[in-house]
T-cell receptor, first 113, second 114 residues
Framework: QQKVQQSPESLSVPEGGMASLNCTSSDRNFQYFWWYRQHSGEGPKALMSIFSDGDKKEGRFTAHLNKASLHVSLHIRDSQPSDSALYFCAASEQGGSFNKLTFGAGTRLAVCP | NSKVIQTPRYLVKGQGQKAKMRCIPEKGHPVVFWYQQNKNNEFKFLINFQNQEVLQQIDMTEKRFSAECPSNSPCSLEIQSSEAGDSALYLC????????????FGHGTKLSVL
């Protein structure tokens, strides 16, 4: 079983709509979470991190973490066609970019004009 | 644009051939990671470095994979005898030692083993 599980596998939303992506860890050692986005032909790019319980907002992106259930979500409001990409949840045992990340299998988001 | 430079973008090898790919981390980043992303988009951690020293690595007992990050030279990942199952996107990422800082990934080297 994967230690970091994402759902749904794919998601389609209309332009201007809200996209909601989910991630759950089965390993209680994972306390630090990142969301990465990967456009076709490129490497992943970090969107945001969340290390504390509650919400964290950066522009159109809001992440939510529930440490008790090890559930993380990412909500994208006012979705744009340029948001169409693969989204990965990644977790680590400690904060800091020097710690190994364990990635989920990704959610493919399509934003339709 | 990514400041982590990976070369080549594409690499085609026959089975049994050596495959070598390079990575120049972002300036000032002492931490370098190599990940393998397969055709199902699954990531596999391979190895990470702090400056020239290995921090963690997977069990490379097959000895086919080797990596290094020499001072004043690009980092490299080499597969001694490529196998079809090695076909994947190899991603290099660099980062700082500051807590809460993100990793920066290159565009990757897409290896196809025929």
């Amino acid at each position: 079983q994967q230690k970091v599980q994402q759902s749904p596998e794919s998601l389609s939303v209309p332009e201007g709509g809200m996209a909601s992506l989910n991630c759950t860890s089965s390993d209680r050692n994972f306390q630090y979470f990142w969301w990465y986005r990967q456009h076709s032909g490129e490497g992943p790019k970090a969107l945001m991190s969340i290390f504390s319980d509650g919400d964290k907002k950066e522009g159109r992106f809001t992440a939510h973490l529930n440490k008790a259930s090890l559930h993380v979500s990412l909500h994208i409001r006012d979705s744009q066609p340029s948001d169409s990409a693969l989204y990965f949840c990644a977790a680590s045992e400690q904060g800091g970019s020097f710690n190994k990340l364990t990635f989920g299998a990704g959610t493919r988001l399509a934003v339709c004009p | 644009n990514s400041k982590v430079i990976q070369t080549p973008r594409y690499l085609v090898k026959g089975q049994g051939q050596k495959a070598k790919m390079r990575c120049i981390p972002e300036k000032g980043h002492p931490v370098v990671f190599w990940y393998q992303q397969n055709k199902n988009n699954e990531f596999k951690f391979l190895i990470n470095f702090q400056n020239q020293e290995v921090l963690q690595q997977i069990d490379m007992t097959e000895k086919r994979f080797s990596a290094e990050c020499p001072s004043n030279s690009p980092c490299s990942l080499e597969i001694q005898s490529s196998e079809a199952g090695d076909s994947a996107l190899y991603l290099c990422a660099s980062g700082t030692l500051i807590s809460n800082e993100r990793l920066f990934f290159g565009h990757g080297t897409k290896l196809s083993v025929l």
